[in-house]
């Protein structure tokens, strides 16, 4: 901002003993800025960065202030006022970013967020019923981040969150094959009454796009009445169900995983020049090990992109979603007449933002006749390493052979083999008739000799 883009006098607020005050913004030497003449003012001035905003109907002029020195476990913290001085949006909260992006080189890497020190908070509005609230964050080069609120007559909601950020930067993204501007946004919309401020002390994640949101310590309250944050909570369904402190970085998940539910059905095929030559239809559950750290991460096939490749002895299937850059399927045919599943690759990024990846072109499982496809209903385990295992659940696939996109007959699995119970009740009921006649013959043979005295 220029001199001559200087606003008018007006108020912004610290946090000073505790508690929140404001003071009037002096008219020179530097009107934007907090500091004047009062020595309390220039006692603060270097800790906080004051923004004059445009005016916002139903709150007249607005400044905002970020405090750049004061002690707090909280990575960014915002007081809004409105020209009464009055708080109209609260927030304190932590979080970052995980971004990964294709390189010049065809491959794929990841840009980890975390240093949010220089934010500023240039387009945050107290809002009312037509226009709503919002808080926008700028950081780092290119990054914004945005949450809108809206206000309903008893309740207000966190309408939506979107986040930006610009390959352009060759410092923070020297090789990206694509530069320009990309958001995400996602749709949260859920309501909260109005006057509770909203805590979420655990982590939230938010996944699309090849980036992965984190969020916690999470205190935030839209449309705060008559100027006074309120004291009283709203939780979400985490910190409910929660027993335990959480930390102020990032936790890292137990060492047992939690359980999952069964992961939904996805369908996957792969087309040529002649068609659709692979077709898969499975639930995925990934379960991963990293320094003594056990997860499950059920795929969701909504989410989920698919690819691959057919040839006379291989075919691939790739997934990718925002947080796995590829998990890989190859089948290979066996002595011209079978095919089975050779080899499992995949690549990922885990909750921490680090990246995962094993591979192994060393198994034999799916085995199947070429022309036919393989069936397995049950739970099914592919073991790719000791730190990587693949559940599958109502798995049938067809890597060969596909005719007019339909599956040929399966193959069923012996997990599903219901054939076999046959001989195995005949046999044991055979036994049971045989241990029977033995112990009738040995008490028919006791009586017998019962009738005979000697003399």
């Known amino acids: 901002m220029t001199r001559a883009e200087a606003p008018s006098p007006g108020f912004c607020s610290s946090v000073v003993g505790g508690r929140w005050l404001s003071f009037p913004v002096s008219t020179e030497p530097f009107p934007w800025c907090c500091c004047s003449r009062h020595r309390l003012h220039r006692l603060l001035c270097g800790n906080m960065v004051c923004f004059r905003l445009s005016p916002v109907p139903g709150s007249g002029l607005v400044l905002l202030c970020l405090v750049l020195g004061a002690v707090s476990s909280y990575a960014l913290e915002l007081n809004l006022t409105d020209s009464e001085k009055a708080t109209c949006l609260y927030a304190k909260w932590q979080m970052n970013f995980t971004i990964c992006y294709e390189t010049t080189s065809k491959n794929y890497t990841t840009v980890n967020i975390s240093d949010l020190g220089n934010a500023t908070y240039s387009g945050s509005i107290c809002g009312d019923y037509q226009n709503g609230s919002k808080i926008a964050v700028q950081f780092e080069s290119g990054f914004s981040w945005t949450v809108n609120f809206t206000k309903e007559v008893s309740t207000y909601s966190i309408d939506s969150i979107s986040f930006t950020y610009d390959t352009s930067d060759n410092t923070t993204f020297p090789d990206a094959k694509e530069k320009g501007l990309f958001t995400v946004y996602d749709t949260v919309a859920f309501g909260i009454p109005l006057n509770d401020i909203f805590r979420c002390n655990s982590i939230s994640t938010l996944e699309k796009n090849c980036v992965v949101q984190h969020y916690w310590d999470v205190h935030v309250q839209a449309f705060v009445q008559n100027g006074t944050v309120s004291t009283k909570e709203f939780l979400c369904d985490k910190d409910k169900t929660s027993t335990t402190v959480v930390p102020t970085t990032v936790p890292s998940p137990t060492t047992t995983p939690t359980p999952k539910e069964k992961p939904e059905i996805g369908s996957y095929s792969v087309n040529n020049g002649n068609g659709t030559c692979l077709l898969a239809t499975m639930g995925l559950q990934l379960n991963i090990t990293q320094d003594k750290v056990a997860s499950v991460i059920n795929i969701n096939p909504n989410t989920t992109d698919f690819t691959g490749s057919c040839h006379s002895q291989t075919a691939l299937l790739r997934l990718n979603s925002s947080n796995i850059k590829y998990l890989d399927f190859v089948f290979a045919v066996e002595n011209e007449n079978r095919f089975y599943l050779k080899e499992v690759n995949v690549s990922m990024y885990l909750v921490n933002g680090s990246v995962f990846s094993i591979a192994n072109n060393n198994l034999t499982y799916w085995d199947a006749p070429l022309g036919s496809s393989y069936m397995c209903n049950k739970e099914q385990t592919v073991s790719v390493s000791g730190a990587f295992q693949i559940n599958t659940f109502d798995l049938r696939v067809q890597p ?34 045989i241990i029977v006649i033995v112990i009738a013959y040995l008490i028919g043979r006791r009586k017998s000799y019962a009738g005979y005295q000697t003399l």
Not at 401 to 410: L, Q, W
Request: aromatic share 6%.
């Open 400 to 433: 060969f052979n596909v005719v007019e996109g339909k599956y040929s007959t399966a193959q069923e699995c012996s997990l599903d083999d219901d054939t076999i119970l046959i001989p195995i009740i005949v046999g044991a009921g055979l036994s049971g008739l």
